[in-house]
């Protein structure tokens, strides 16, 4: 089975900053998408990036990027510049390309930036 | 246009109560997910809909849960004999279709507490 793992619980960064927020993640698939998504205080979940594991390049959009390592099985999220608007939940979480496409996600990161 | 939306927003229901949340997906999208958040965890699947029909209920905690899709559109979570642990936010996505090619949108989610 697969499993995601983030292990930081929270983290601050001051804003204009950049910050760096960790996930890990566990599987015997080789073909399979990963993704970061942001959950503020709505509650609701917010796609930020998203990589597919047979593409090597790091995907980037914006002030996001994410540093893919798929030996290692890690997947980070850089945030650059950082807003306050950038407060919130971040989960990291898995699909895999076969059956039905659901997500595994992580804990998840509290992150806040300050003024 | 209009996101997923979801009702009721928030849900207080005594315990052995039945109860029933609903989903209202984004018009035109075949694919819709229920995933349920406890506190202080990343959303775990729940069921995913093709369609009209289930294609994968494997993450139903158990046979007081069940959800429907009858016209491919609007679904309905339902809870028989609420217990406690039950306390959780439901959240539902869709996407145009089920491929990871294609975002999964949320909705805000409807905050369930079993008294």
């Known amino acids: 089975a697969q499993t995601v793992t983030q292990s930081q619980p929270e983290m601050s960064v001051q804003e204009a900053e950049t910050v760096t927020l960790s996930c890990t993640y566990d599987?015997?698939?080789?073909?399979?998408?990963l993704f970061w998504y942001k959950q503020p205080p709505s509650r609701q979940m917010i796609l930020v990036i998203r990589?597919?594991?047979?593409?090597?390049q790091n995907a980037t959009e914006n002030r996001f990027s994410v540093n893919f390592q798929k030996a290692a099985k890690s997947f980070s999220l850089k945030i650059s510049d950082s807003q306050l608007g950038d407060t919130a939940m971040y989960f990291c979480a898995f699909m895999d390309t076969s059956g039905t496409y659901k997500y595994i996600f992580g804990t998840g990161t509290r992150l806040k930036v300050l003024a | 246009g209009a996101g997923v939306s979801q009702t009721p927003s928030n849900k207080v229901t005594e315990k052995g109560k039945y109860v029933e949340l609903r989903c209202d997906p984004i018009?035109?999208?075949?694919?819709l997910y229920w995933y349920r958040q406890s506190l202080g965890q990343g959303p775990e699947f729940l069921i995913y809909?093709?369609?009209?029909?289930?294609?994968?209920d494997s993450g139903l905690p158990n046979d007081r849960f069940f959800a429907v899709r009858p016209e491919g559109s609007v679904s309905t979570l339902k809870i028989q004999r609420t217990e406690r642990g039950d306390s959780a936010v439901y959240l539902c996505a869709s996407s145009l279709m089920g491929h990871p090619s294609y975002e999964q949108y949320f909705g805000p989610g409807t905050r369930l507490t079993v008294t």
């Open positions: 809909f093709q369609g009209t029909g289930a294609a994968d």
């Open positions: 990589q597919e594991a047979y593409k090597q």
């Open positions: 018009s035109g999208h075949t694919a």
């Open positions: 599987t015997s698939e080789s073909n399979y998408y």
